[in-house]
Each structure stands twice: as C-alpha cells, then as structure tokens.
C-alpha cells in the first residue's frame, strides 16, 4: 500500500483478554516502531525494530507485551491479560531505515479494555 | 537519555496571525535531528518540519520555520498567516544519529480561531 497500515482501527476488549495489534509498513521500510499514545498525552516509544538486528525493547511496560516482526515486514503487537490501564492508541511508523529520515506513521489502533 | 519538553499544553491563534510553539530538549550527544510532527484528529501524524543538529540555519517549510538554538537546546515552531486547518496537536520530537527511535515531548495542543 501507499502508507503504513493498522488494523484494526478501533479494538474493544475486556479485561483479561489478550489483543493483538497489526502494522503493514510502507514495503522496503526496514525501521519499524511502536509507540502508545494515552488520552492528552504525547507519544510513548514501546519497541523499535531495524532490520535483521535485535529489537529495542526497552519501552515495553511489562511483560504482558510482546512485539514481533515477520520476514522483516508485518509486525504484530500483543498485549496478554489486558488491563483498564492499557486503554489507549497504538501507532506504529515506520522509515527506510538510514539517518535523519522521516518516520511515517499509520492511522493507530485505539484500543479500550472494559 | 534524551527528553524533550513541551510546556504550553493548549494554545490558540486567530486566523492570519502568527504563532510560536516552544520546545526545549536535553541531550548529552552532539549530532542529532529534530523534528515538529501535526496531528490533526484524524489521529494521522504529518512531519511539519525537520532540522539537523549540525546545521546553523534554520529549516522553513511554507508557511512554517523554526527557531534552532543548540547552545540554548531550544527548538521553536513558528506558524505565519494560520489557517484553520492548521487546528491540531503538535509534537516536538528528537532523533540521535544513528536511526535511533524518536522520542517525543507531551504535546501543544494549537487551536485557530475564526
């Protein structure tokens, strides 16, 4: 497609459940990042892939959430045993991966835990 | 780490007059980027503008142009001749060298009135 692309749009869980998140960089992107972004708040880095290298997972806020990336293209983020606290919307972007370039983000996910 | 801060939350502007979003940062390293990123709601992020560490002259887009102070580390976003459609978040946002992932300030949300 022409830009990065999530789905689904909007998510609707109850509490416990587990979700899973989409993102479908723009193809031949190598950077791929996932940020949370809280109701009034700004953006919050969860984890960075570039290439084949090990992903940044320092953002991740607990181990209720997991990243991967597969064939160095479509990510998925998955957040286990969902809480009231991790209502918010999930942005991905992604970058051709060289210096100082523009990161592209997608529309995000909003997700809400009942 | 790198923190970037955004101290006026809400601001407004009347149509055809100009504004200045501020935006200060903290880094230890010397070669970095910076960037202004718009939400609008759509929830959609557009890179505004973007400015090299290494480059004393100050980036314009249009009617956007930012005032860059490394001594300072200032980097202000100034709007001319606002239009409406200007209404939106505006994140300030900071990359080290080396296709890091951004780190983003909490956001100035910019109103244009009629």
Known sequence: GAGVS???????????????????????????????????????????????????????????????????????????????????????ASSPGTANTEAFFGQGTRLTVV | AQTVTQSQPEMSVQEAETVTLSCTYDTSENNYYLFWYKQPPSRQMILVIRQEAYKQQNATENRFSVNFQKAAKSFSLKISDSQLGDTAMYFCAFMLRGNTPLVFGKGTRLSVIA
Not at chain 1, 27 to 51: D, K, M, N, P, V
């Open chain 1, 6 to 92: 999530q789905s689904p749009s909007n998510k609707v869980t109850e509490k416990g459940k587990d979700v899973e998140l989409r993102c479908d960089p723009i193809s031949g992107h190598t950077a791929l990042y996932w940020y949370r972004q809280s109701l009034g708040q700004g953006l919050e880095f969860l984890i960075y892939f570039q290439g084949n290298s090990a992903p940044d997972k320092s953002g991740l806020p607990s181990d209720r959430f997991s990243a991967e990336r597969t064939g160095g293209s479509v990510s998925t983020l998955t957040i286990q045993r969902t809480q009231q606290e991790d209502s918010a919307v999930y942005l991905c």
